[in-house]
């Protein structure tokens, strides 16, 4: 152990993070996942030296918390006694099936080993703020366009990456197109060039006319006037983000005079609404040689106790192995398509979610009071209530953020609603965080019968093929802020 580390750092296992209910680590295992096996051993672990609950983040990553300093210490021990290893340094992330799934544009496992390796040799893990990641997204069917990153390469054939800074699959702002062989000096050169401005600096905060300048000493990159921005289903580029006047010879143009990809349906990074889609972990997925069941967590969470006794099933119908997935899933890897139904039955008996429109799905809560001593609602408590009575007036289209306070930990970006605990009582924040102005408060006994008020508003006044978001944004904070105090 080394000490703890700050709230905003990775919490790894070497530097626990202080939380309201105690330490907290995060794991990711070098191999991509783990045996049925070695997760039961984990689980167990957290039952001896945590507060028995284990978490899978929005990101893809296996929490424990509830630890002490010395029952960190013996955690640690354990997990290397189990032979996981685990990652460290700057996150280089990577979809929970790379390699894996036959509709990935490109295997990005290779990259990702190159730049992870690259890293570490320019010693960029001390230089860089503790947030700073890297994602690799071969595409296909579990992609990484919603995760957030500094810098994202996004394959756009087997030998061609869209390099991309600060953002998701929507929101990065596009630098470039490079080839395979130079795609990790790429990458360290914005890392490089992050580094340079300090720990607490950030790919944003890097001028798009330094970029540019920056990456031409990389001999294949393509800056073209405007770079991918694909939907699923027409593949047109448009505008985004103009940082350089040039031609893009590799795409066509259509009769209004847009670039279209030549990989027309395949990055489904955007919706025609101009929404980040949200590929589902959840259900049954074929592979090549085999299929994978994918669970969800509710709200990220569950105990450890539920999690052995679904691996002892996982492992009886044939699973090798467990991977950890982005919105807080896990995946059974290695199953037969006739033992897939039957495992799913059995995960949902033990409260795991198996359907990818279960209301918990778009719902992200902290562990709330009584668990987290900074906590001033029951965050998780509010969320089962409002996911079994007001469910209904939600979508994919959004996340609920409840959070125990104002730290917004579950949910750190904006949410088209947010629930958040406060001295006064309960606030609603429409579109904006844990730390942002409520616009009406309630009681915290009462909110989630508050909140029906507002989901009640959703499901009367929402149009035919209108998104709740959409519905969301079209009557305003203070309609929604007047349903939410009348309940």
């Not at 503790?130 to 071969?138: C, H, Q, R, T, Y």
């Not at 770079?227 to 580029?237: A, M």
């Not at 990055?267 to 972990?281: A, C, H, K, L």
């Not at 408590?381 to 939600?394: F, T, W």
């Amino acid at each position: 152990m080394t000490g703890f580390s700050r709230r905003g750092a990775c919490p790894a296992l070497s530097a626990p993070m202080q939380t309201g209910d105690g330490l907290l680590v995060r794991l990711n295992p070098v191999a991509g996942g783990v045996s049925p096996k070695a997760l039961i051993g984990l689980c167990e672990s957290a039952l001896r030296h945590g507060n028995g609950v284990v978490e899978v983040t929005a990101r893809g990553s296996l929490q424990i918390r509830g630890l002490t300093a010395e029952s960190a210490t013996l955690l640690a021990a354990e997990v290397d006694a189990l032979g996981i290893a685990v990652r460290t340094g700057v996150p280089v992330e990577t979809g929970p099936l790379a390699g894996l799934d036959p509709e990935e544009i490109s295997d990005p496992s290779s990259l990702a080993a190159r730049i992870r390796e690259a890293i570490g040799a320019a010693n960029l893990g001390a230089r860089l703020g503790p947030k700073v990641s890297v994602v690799v997204d071969g595409g296909g069917r579990l992609n990484m366009s919603t995760v957030q990153a500094d810098v994202r390469m996004t394959a756009l054939a087997p030998d061609q990456w869209l390099l991309a800074v600060a953002g998701d699959a929507r929101t990065a702002t596009h630098v470039g197109v490079v080839a395979e062989a130079d795609s990790c000096d790429a990458a360290l050169a914005i890392l490089n060039a992050v580094a340079e401005r300090g720990r607490e600096a950030r790919a944003r905060d890097l001028p798009s006319d330094g970029l540019m300048e920056l990456l031409q000493r990389v001999s294949s990159f393509a800056p073209p006037s405007v770079l991918p921005d694909i939907s699923p289903t027409r593949g047109e580029i448009g505008c985004h983000h103009d940082l350089r006047q040039s031609s893009t010879p590799q795409y066509e143009r259509d009769e209004n005079g847009r670039l279209i990809s030549p990989l027309v349906g395949e990055m489904s990074g955007r919706t025609e609404g101009g929404n980040v889609e949200r590929p589902s972990p959840v259900g049954i997925l074929q592979l090549r040689d085999a299929s994978v069941l994918g669970l969800g967590l509710p709200f990220g969470h569950i105990q450890a106790e539920r999690m052995i006794a679904l691996c002892r099933e996982a492992e009886a119908a044939g699973a090798a192995e467990i991977r950890f997935a982005q919105q807080r899933a896990i995946l059974l890897l290695g199953l037969s398509q006739s033992a897939c139904p039957e495992l799913q039955g059995k995960a949902a008996s033990l409260g795991f979610v198996i359907d990818p429109l279960d209301p918990r799905r778009m719902i992200a809560a902290c562990p709330g009071a009584p668990a987290c001593a900074s906590g001033r609602i029951a965050a998780r408590d509010v969320a089962e209530q409002i996911a079994r009575e007001s469910g209904a007036a939600l979508d994919p289209s959004v996340t609920l953020h409840i959070s125990g306070c104002a730290k917004g930990c579950a949910h750190p970006a904006r949410s088209a609603l947010t629930l958040v605990g406060d001295e006064k009582g309960a606030g609603l924040v429409v579109d904006g965080t844990a730390k942002g102005l409520p616009a009406a408060y309630t009681p915290g006994y009462e909110l989630a019968r508050s909140f029906g008020g507002v989901a009640a508003l959703l499901t009367k006044e929402r149009r035919p093929g209108e998104t709740t978001a959409e519905c969301i944004a079209r009557l305003g904070e203070s309609r929604l802020a007047k349903a939410f105090q009348q309940g």
